[in-house]
């Protein structure tokens, strides 16, 4: 298997932009995790889908943000407008447990996407 | 509310040394503990990960303790290799939860040649 895609892997736009992410997640994982990587603040999670279903977005920093994800194999993180303070690494991350509780339960992160945002 | 905190931010050791990292958290109402490493504009991967009925776990070079009462967990590496130098992360499983991982910031493993 390939892992967790994600792309592109460097963006660099301009304040007002809009940005998408791009997500695929390993083949027969159930859950998929959006998260934000920055200096300052550590590794954050964005948002949380099962089987397709957000179930926890209560880490979307604001209304910018939304986040789709319209089959198992595909999910995109969209920025509209941009700002220079959403300048991170967003990372995509899968798990094969439908309930988070499996005793060999991890997530699989793929390489990021550096986002700058000048 | 649970924080997971991991001292030292940075770390620099000669070839060859054995060395501990260290994580602690504030609740001990954890589900599982996992140390993950992180390479430079790479994505995180899963080292090792601990249920909460566990004290340790075992991998190669590397071996992870887990304690809850006293909210401590270790990272053992030993003999270790340039090729160790990274960023390791470790996240607990919260108990009340089925998904959320409370992260540490990290700490960033130099092993000079």
């Known amino acids: 298997d390939a892992g967790v895609i994600q792309s592109p892997r460097h963006e660099v736009t301009e304040m007002g932009q809009e940005v998408t992410l791009r997500c695929k997640p390993i083949s027969g994982h159930n859950s998929l995790f959006w998260y934000r990587q920055t200096m300052m603040r550590g590794l954050e999670l964005l948002i949380y889908f099962n089987n397709n279903v957000p179930i926890d977005d209560s880490g979307m920093p604001e209304d910018r943000f939304s986040a789709k994800m319209p089959n198992a194999s595909f999910s995109t993180l969209k920025i509209q407008p941009s700002e220079p303070r959403d300048s991170a690494v967003y990372f995509c991350?899968?798990?094969?447990?439908?309930?988070?509780?499996?005793?060999?339960?991890?997530?699989?992160f793929g390489p990021g996407t550096r986002l700058t945002v000048l | 509310k649970q924080e997971v905190t991991q001292i030292p931010a940075a770390l620099s050791v000669p070839e060859g040394e054995n060395l501990v990292l260290n994580c602690s958290f504030t609740d001990s109402a954890i589900y599982n503990l996992q140390w993950f490493r992180q390479d430079p504009g790479k994505g995180l991967t899963s080292l090792l990960l601990?249920?909460?009925s566990q004290r340790e776990q075992t991998s190669g070079r590397l071996n992870a303790s887990l304690d809850k009462s006293s909210g401590r967990s270790t990272l053992y590496i030993a003999a270790s290799q340039p090729g160790d130098s990274a960023t390791y992360l470790c996240a607990a499983k919260l108990m009340d939860s089925n998904y959320q991982l409370i992260w540490g910031a990290g700490t960033k493993l130099i092993i000079k040649p």
């Open positions: 991350a899968s798990s094969p447990s439908t309930s988070g509780r499996a005793s060999t339960d991890t997530q699989y």
């Open positions: 601990i249920q909460s």
